[in-house]
């Protein structure tokens, strides 16, 4: 079954977290690296739910109140018995508030994913080693001074940023266009978000390596799809309230997972040929 699985990248990049999942019930042991990741990831939540979510659902209320009072506007143009149109333009409202829910709540979860991960680091970093030995029976660090440890947390963070800025601001000046220019940005948007995450998960086991943040993308990108349906999976996940407090240290144990079998692995045989 894993042979068959190792064969479909898109298929074995998405189990990753049920593989995460075994790993813990294996070694109970490890659940002690996720306690207090937990407790800092409730504490974030409360606060980004309490305000985030709670402002982003009032905005997509006015947007539906005010498209509906739009549609009714236009209706009363139209010749009577196109009144039956009302009720699919009221449809549509009702499937566009759904659509900005689900945008709002993978937004929030995203936010928490950064949140989190970057304020475990300390806990994540001790689990990522744990697993990388009992996954490959070593563990490889390349160490730092810590203000040159805390510099490059600092600089990976900002790299980030300027990545979001480079593809976000194109992104959205192509959302001003509606119809197509609101799809592609809504595509766009979704796929940089899922980059974000993917690199975020994975990348634990390669900072204690110390890669460069470019060679960190091109990991990610190299390891194309089970990278991709990994990190689609991994937003999934970390965008349903309070199950996300449990999946956010998930994902990145099932990210050091992944980097192990998919990318040391690779690199292994690649420097046997």
């Given at each position: 079954m894993k042979k068959f699985l190792g064969g479909f990248g898109t298929v074995a990049g998405a189990t990753y977290p049920l593989k995460a999942l075994g790993v813990f019930w294996r070694h109970p042991r490890l659940w002690g690296y996720i306690t207090i990741p937990i407790i800092v990831n409730l504490v974030t939540a409360i606060a980004l739910y309490g305000g985030l979510l709670f402002f982003g659902f009032e905005f997509i209320a006015e947007i539906q109140t005010d498209l509906i009072t739009w549609f009714q506007q236009l209706l009363v143009n139209l010749p009577q018995w196109l009144g039956f149109l009302e009720y699919g333009l009221i449809g549509l409202a009702f499937l566009l508030r759904i659509l900005l829910t689900i945008i709002a709540l993978?937004?929030?979860?995203?936010?928490?994913?950064?949140?989190?991960?970057?304020l475990g680091a300390p806990w994540y970093g001790q689990l990522s080693e744990q697993l990388e030995k009992i996954r490959t029976g070593k563990v490889e660090i390349i160490e730092v001074s810590?203000?040159?440890?805390?510099?490059?947390?600092?600089?990976?963070?900002?790299?980030?940023?300027?990545?979001?800025?480079?593809?976000?601001?194109?992104?959205?000046?192509?959302?001003?266009?509606?119809?197509?220019?609101?799809t592609m940005f809504t595509i766009g948007g979704f796929l940089l978000t899922t980059t974000i995450v993917g690199l975020d998960f994975i990348d634990s086991a390669l900072e204690r390596r110390r890669f460069k943040f470019r060679r960190k993308l091109k990991i990610l990108f190299s390891s194309l799809p089970a990278s991709g349906s990994f990190a689609l999976v991994c937003v999934f996940l970390i965008s349903i309230p309070l199950v996300n407090l449990v999946t956010?240290?998930?994902?990145?144990?099932?990210?050091?997972?992944?980097?192990?079998?998919?990318?040391?692995?690779?690199?292994?045989?690649?420097q046997r040929r």
């Open positions: 993978i937004v929030t979860g995203f936010v928490l994913a950064q949140f989190g991960v970057l810590i203000i040159r440890d805390i510099g490059r947390a600092i600089l990976y963070e900002l790299k980030k940023l300027v990545l979001m800025a480079i593809v976000g601001l194109p992104l959205g000046i192509i959302g001003l266009f509606p119809g197509l220019g609101t956010i240290p998930l994902c990145v144990a099932s990210g050091t997972l992944f980097v192990c079998d998919r990318v040391l692995k690779k690199s292994a045989k690649n």
